[in-house]
């Protein structure tokens, strides 16, 4: 009897040692991000011995990233991958990362850019009680219509999809003059097939996980913003997870995600070819509407500096535009 406790105390104490974190993403199994996810969840149990273990559910099953917030807030769920406007609605300095206009072509400034503010925006996201696990990028964002768009003009005359809430869209668009209609990401694709919105934006990869292209028929060829994502976890959970352990997947996590931004980088290319050759028309802007609409950079900035996000940081980019 007494070796018979001591099995089941023995038991019991292991069952309590193993911390369930559970991640919720919107990017569904099969693409770089997901398949990347799977490999770090079983990486993750190997280096810990099992005893951390990381459900993922994928595909928006748990719901809009603002949804996966609420529930990572009361304890439903404890982290995820969070892209631009959620991180913002985490803390707004995160956001300056995405602010229009602000790198045009040039991905590798923006990457470099986000290395160097790193520790700036992890002190700003465990302020919130979030841990930073890695930032993930997310490439540079194209606007997509179902309406052959060829200049600032026309654009003016098409219904824009607007993330609800995200205030960094909010001000470009309000800014250009442009028909913005505020939805969830998850509501975008019947939404192009509907006609309730003309356009959406996003890069070239996100375009095709998400089925947009089949909906789509133009892409404006020069990006308008680069985005990036964070895979966070609760603090609260966070803790659960012994100091060794932390160590461990952190470690784990750096490969991960080089290796994940790395095939990012490759499959936007990629992407952008899959696209015309499914029919997207690339629609090119003249110099004077790139000039135009690069304008509205500062525009933004006026709008949103102070409020959203500090002066400090954004003066901490040390991008001159």
Not at 111 to 121: D, G, I, L, N, Y
Not at 173 to 181: I, N
Not at 218 to 230: E, K, N, Q, R, V
């Amino acid at each position: 009897m007494k070796t018979l406790l001591l099995l089941c105390c023995f038991y019991s104490f292991s069952a309590m040692a193993v911390v369930n974190l559970k991640l919720a993403v919107l990017v569904p199994e099969g693409t770089t991000w997901g398949d990347s996810l799977k490999k770090f969840a079983r990486e993750v149990d190997a280096a810990t011995k099992s005893e951390v273990a990381l459900k993922v559910y994928y595909g928006g099953v748990a719901g809009d990233e603002p949804d996966v917030l609420r529930k990572v807030r009361i304890g439903q769920m404890h982290g995820g991958i969070f892209t631009g406007k959620t991180l913002g609605d985490i803390h707004g300095d995160v956001r300056v990362m995405e602010l229009p206009f602000m790198f045009g072509d040039d991905r590798a400034k923006a990457w470099a850019t986000v290395e160097k503010m790193t520790p700036t925006f992890n002190k700003a996201l465990d302020s919130k009680g979030f841990v930073n696990v890695g930032f993930y990028e997310v490439g540079q964002v194209y606007v997509v219509s179902t309406k052959k768009v060829d200049s600032m003009k026309a654009l003016r005359g098409v219904k824009v999809w607007a993330w609800e809430g995200d205030e960094v869209v909010k001000a470009m668009l309000e800014s250009v003059g442009l028909v913005s209609v505020p939805l969830a990401i998850t509501d975008v694709l019947s939404s192009l097939s509907t006609g309730i919105i003309d356009a959406a934006y996003a890069p070239p990869l996100g375009i095709l996980a998400l089925q947009w292209h089949s909906k789509i028929k133009y892409l404006i060829d020069f990006p308008t913003a680069w985005s990036f994502g964070a895979l966070l976890i609760s603090k609260k959970e966070w803790a659960k997870v012994s100091s060794a352990n932390q160590q461990k997947i952190l470690e784990v996590a750096k490969r991960y995600v080089q290796e994940a931004n790395a095939r990012t980088v490759k499959e936007n290319e990629e992407a952008r070819a899959q696209l015309q050759k499914l029919g997207v028309q690339f629609i090119k802007f003249s110099d004077a509407d790139k000039k135009e609409a690069e304008g509205y950079h500062q525009t933004v900035v006026k709008k949103l500096q102070g409020k959203l996000f500090s002066p400090q940081v954004y003066q901490a980019l040390g991008v001159s535009k």
